[in-house]
Protein backbone atom coordinates (compact mmCIF):
# COMPACT_ATOMS: atom_id res chain seq x y z
CA UNK A 1 0.00 0.00 0.00
CA UNK A 2 1.16 3.48 -0.35
CA UNK A 3 1.98 5.73 2.10
CA UNK A 4 -0.40 8.04 1.41
CA UNK A 5 -3.07 5.46 1.22
CA UNK A 6 -1.82 4.05 4.41
CA UNK A 7 -2.05 7.56 6.47
CA UNK A 8 -5.18 8.47 4.75
CA UNK A 9 -6.97 4.22 5.56
CA UNK A 10 -5.83 4.48 9.60
CA UNK A 11 -8.17 5.03 11.84
CA UNK A 12 -8.92 3.80 15.47
CA UNK A 13 -10.84 1.30 15.99
CA UNK A 14 -12.80 0.74 19.13
CA UNK A 15 -15.38 -1.49 18.18
CA UNK A 16 -14.84 -5.73 18.25
CA UNK A 17 -12.09 -7.59 16.56
CA UNK A 18 -12.37 -10.50 14.52
CA UNK A 19 -10.78 -13.42 16.41
CA UNK A 20 -8.32 -14.40 13.59
CA UNK A 21 -4.66 -14.45 15.01
CA UNK A 22 -2.25 -12.64 13.41
CA UNK A 23 1.05 -14.06 12.77
CA UNK A 24 4.26 -12.97 15.20
CA UNK A 25 6.19 -12.08 11.59
CA UNK A 26 3.78 -9.22 11.00
CA UNK A 27 4.02 -8.31 14.77
CA UNK A 28 7.76 -7.85 14.33
CA UNK A 29 7.46 -6.01 11.60
CA UNK A 30 5.02 -3.08 13.45
CA UNK A 31 7.90 -3.59 16.21
CA UNK A 32 10.28 -2.50 13.50
CA UNK A 33 8.32 0.21 12.61
CA UNK A 34 7.94 1.76 16.23
CA UNK A 35 11.72 1.12 16.53
CA UNK A 36 12.80 3.27 13.72
CA UNK A 37 10.77 6.53 15.04
CA UNK A 38 13.51 9.35 15.79
CA UNK A 39 14.28 10.05 19.39
CA UNK A 40 15.09 12.92 21.17
CA UNK A 41 19.19 12.71 21.93
CA UNK A 42 18.87 9.05 19.99
CA UNK A 43 17.82 8.14 23.69
CA UNK A 44 16.17 5.46 21.96
CA UNK A 45 14.16 4.77 25.31
CA UNK A 46 10.87 2.75 24.06
CA UNK A 47 10.56 -0.52 24.80
CA UNK A 48 7.88 -2.91 22.94
CA UNK A 49 6.33 -5.78 24.71
CA UNK A 50 4.68 -8.26 21.72
CA UNK A 51 1.65 -10.11 23.49
CA UNK A 52 1.21 -12.42 20.62
CA UNK A 53 -2.14 -14.15 21.83
CA UNK A 54 -5.15 -13.41 23.72
CA UNK A 55 -3.16 -15.57 26.76
CA UNK A 56 -0.47 -12.85 26.83
CA UNK A 57 -2.93 -10.29 26.84
CA UNK A 58 -5.06 -11.32 29.18
CA UNK A 59 -2.75 -10.57 32.42
CA UNK A 60 -2.81 -6.64 31.41
CA UNK A 61 -6.39 -7.12 30.74
CA UNK A 62 -6.91 -8.34 34.57
CA UNK A 63 -4.64 -5.52 35.16
CA UNK A 64 -7.15 -2.66 34.11
CA UNK A 65 -9.82 -3.91 32.06
CA UNK A 66 -10.91 -2.40 28.72
CA UNK A 67 -13.61 -3.79 26.44
CA UNK A 68 -11.40 -3.04 23.57
CA UNK A 69 -8.40 -6.00 25.10
CA UNK A 70 -11.13 -8.56 24.94
CA UNK A 71 -11.38 -9.61 21.40
CA UNK A 72 -8.29 -8.19 20.36
CA UNK A 73 -6.24 -11.13 19.38
CA UNK A 74 -2.72 -9.73 19.79
CA UNK A 75 -1.37 -6.46 20.99
CA UNK A 76 1.65 -4.44 21.35
CA UNK A 77 2.42 -2.73 24.91
CA UNK A 78 4.96 0.23 24.60
CA UNK A 79 7.01 1.14 27.59
CA UNK A 80 9.07 3.61 28.26
CA UNK A 81 12.29 3.51 30.50
CA UNK A 82 13.22 6.68 31.94
CA UNK A 83 16.65 5.74 33.14
CA UNK A 84 18.39 5.55 29.67
CA UNK A 85 17.27 9.69 29.16
CA UNK A 86 20.31 11.55 29.10
CA UNK A 87 20.18 15.60 28.49
CA UNK A 88 18.79 18.77 29.96
CA UNK A 89 15.09 17.70 27.82
CA UNK A 90 13.24 14.81 28.59
CA UNK A 91 11.74 13.96 25.41
CA UNK A 92 10.11 10.15 26.61
CA UNK A 93 6.75 11.69 25.69
CA UNK A 94 7.62 12.73 22.32
CA UNK A 95 9.87 9.58 21.51
CA UNK A 96 7.08 7.16 22.38
CA UNK A 97 4.44 9.18 20.64
CA UNK A 98 6.49 9.29 17.41
CA UNK A 99 6.72 5.38 17.60
CA UNK A 100 3.08 4.52 18.25
CA UNK A 101 1.90 6.88 15.27
CA UNK A 102 4.55 4.61 13.38
CA UNK A 103 3.28 1.24 14.59
CA UNK A 104 -0.17 2.49 13.84
CA UNK A 105 0.63 3.12 10.13
CA UNK A 106 2.52 0.05 10.13
CA UNK A 107 -0.53 -2.23 11.14
CA UNK A 108 -2.78 -0.45 8.35
CA UNK A 109 -0.16 -0.94 6.18
CA UNK A 110 -0.74 -4.72 6.71
CA UNK A 111 -4.12 -4.86 6.69
CA UNK A 112 -4.84 -4.49 10.22
CA UNK A 113 -6.55 -2.33 12.56
CA UNK A 114 -5.46 -0.86 15.97
CA UNK A 115 -5.87 1.70 18.48
CA UNK A 116 -3.58 4.17 20.49
CA UNK A 117 -5.24 3.05 23.94
CA UNK A 118 -3.78 4.82 27.17
CA UNK A 119 -6.88 5.88 29.45
CA UNK A 120 -7.06 2.29 31.23
CA UNK A 121 -3.59 2.97 32.40
CA UNK A 122 -3.25 6.91 33.75
CA UNK A 123 -4.46 5.85 37.16
CA UNK A 124 -1.02 5.12 39.38
CA UNK A 125 -2.63 1.61 41.08
CA UNK A 126 -3.63 0.95 37.40
CA UNK A 127 -0.43 1.67 35.66
CA UNK A 128 1.16 -0.43 38.45
CA UNK A 129 -0.56 -3.68 38.00
CA UNK A 130 0.24 -3.29 34.30
CA UNK A 131 3.52 -2.79 34.76
CA UNK A 132 3.96 -5.86 37.19
CA UNK A 133 1.38 -8.06 34.62
CA UNK A 134 3.98 -7.23 32.15
CA UNK A 135 6.70 -8.32 33.97
CA UNK A 136 8.17 -5.02 34.06
CA UNK A 137 9.32 -3.33 37.48
CA UNK A 138 7.79 0.34 38.72
CA UNK A 139 11.80 0.95 38.93
CA UNK A 140 14.21 0.31 36.40
CA UNK A 141 17.09 -2.04 38.71
CA UNK A 142 19.60 -0.35 36.84
CA UNK A 143 18.67 3.02 38.57
CA UNK A 144 20.80 3.39 41.78
CA UNK A 145 18.51 2.77 44.77
CA UNK A 146 19.63 6.12 46.68
CA UNK A 147 18.07 7.77 43.43
CA UNK A 148 15.27 6.21 43.42
CA UNK A 149 13.70 6.98 47.02
CA UNK A 150 14.37 10.43 45.59
CA UNK A 151 12.70 10.02 42.42
CA UNK A 152 9.83 12.29 41.36
CA UNK A 153 7.39 12.20 38.10
CA UNK A 154 8.73 14.16 35.63
CA UNK A 155 7.03 14.35 32.24
CA UNK A 156 4.29 11.97 33.19
CA UNK A 157 6.71 9.27 34.20
CA UNK A 158 8.72 8.15 37.20
CA UNK A 159 12.09 9.36 37.00
CA UNK A 160 14.66 5.97 36.83
CA UNK A 161 11.52 3.58 36.06
CA UNK A 162 9.49 2.31 33.25
CA UNK A 163 6.14 3.77 32.03
CA UNK A 164 3.05 1.91 30.30
CA UNK A 165 2.69 4.90 27.56
CA UNK A 166 0.33 2.94 25.22
CA UNK A 167 -0.96 -0.61 24.09
CA UNK A 168 -1.73 -0.90 20.72
CA UNK A 169 -4.43 -3.90 19.86
CA UNK A 170 -4.15 -5.72 16.63
CA UNK A 171 -6.20 -7.55 14.30
CA UNK A 172 -8.94 -7.60 11.77
CA UNK A 173 -11.61 -5.76 12.64
CA UNK A 174 -15.15 -7.97 13.12
CA UNK A 175 -17.05 -5.54 10.93
CA UNK A 176 -17.08 -1.94 9.45
CA UNK A 177 -15.43 0.25 12.35
CA UNK A 178 -16.42 3.93 13.04
CA UNK A 179 -14.43 6.67 10.76
CA UNK A 180 -14.36 9.85 12.88
CA UNK A 181 -14.62 13.23 10.91
CA UNK A 182 -11.53 15.55 10.61
CA UNK A 183 -11.91 19.45 10.43
CA UNK A 184 -10.97 20.83 6.98
CA UNK A 185 -7.59 21.39 5.60
CA UNK A 186 -7.76 25.57 5.58
CA UNK A 187 -9.25 24.96 9.17
CA UNK A 188 -6.05 24.27 10.55
CA UNK A 189 -3.18 24.71 7.62
CA UNK A 190 -2.46 28.56 7.40
CA UNK A 191 0.49 30.03 4.90
CA UNK A 192 3.01 32.70 5.98
CA UNK A 193 0.79 33.49 8.94
CA UNK A 194 -2.09 31.65 11.63
CA UNK A 195 -5.34 32.28 10.12
CA UNK A 196 -3.89 33.10 6.58
CA UNK A 197 -5.36 31.12 3.54
CA UNK A 198 -4.06 30.56 0.53
CA UNK A 199 -3.46 33.65 -1.62
CA UNK A 200 -3.47 32.41 -5.30
CA UNK A 201 -2.61 35.67 -6.87
CA UNK A 202 0.95 35.78 -4.95
CA UNK A 203 1.77 32.21 -4.69
CA UNK A 204 4.10 31.06 -7.82
C1 LIG B 1 -2.55 10.56 22.77
C2 LIG B 1 -3.76 9.72 22.39
C3 LIG B 1 -4.43 9.01 23.37
C4 LIG B 1 -5.54 8.23 23.02
N1 LIG B 1 -6.13 7.44 23.98
C5 LIG B 1 -7.19 6.68 23.66
C6 LIG B 1 -7.78 5.81 24.62
O1 LIG B 1 -7.27 5.64 25.73
N2 LIG B 1 -8.89 5.13 24.26
C7 LIG B 1 -9.44 5.25 23.03
O2 LIG B 1 -10.47 4.61 22.75
N3 LIG B 1 -8.87 6.03 22.07
C8 LIG B 1 -7.77 6.74 22.36
N4 LIG B 1 -7.16 7.50 21.39
C9 LIG B 1 -7.71 7.53 20.02
C10 LIG B 1 -8.45 8.83 19.73
O3 LIG B 1 -9.71 8.83 20.36
C11 LIG B 1 -8.56 8.99 18.21
O4 LIG B 1 -7.28 9.06 17.63
C12 LIG B 1 -9.33 10.25 17.82
O5 LIG B 1 -10.67 10.18 18.24
C13 LIG B 1 -9.30 10.50 16.30
O6 LIG B 1 -9.82 9.39 15.63
P1 LIG B 1 -9.00 8.58 14.53
O7 LIG B 1 -7.77 8.02 15.22
O8 LIG B 1 -9.93 7.49 14.06
O9 LIG B 1 -8.59 9.53 13.46
C14 LIG B 1 -6.02 8.23 21.68
C15 LIG B 1 -5.31 8.94 20.71
C16 LIG B 1 -4.17 9.65 21.04
C17 LIG B 1 -3.37 10.34 19.96
Known amino acids: MELFEVIEKRYSHKERFSPVSVPLKDLELIAKAGLAAPTGNNSQCVRLIILPD ?23 AL ?9 KYNFEVE ?11 AA ?16 EEK ?8 GAPVLNPRYKAE ?39 KERVFYRLLGSLKDYKNDT
Open 54 to 76: KEAIKPLYEASPSEILLSSPAAI
Open 79 to 87: LTDSSVVTG
Open 95 to 105: DYSASAAQMLL
Open 108 to 123: TALGYVSLWLDSPYFE
Open 127 to 134: QKAALSAL
Open 147 to 185: EANGSKRENGSLSGGYSLRVVLPVGFPEGEGKRRSKMAF
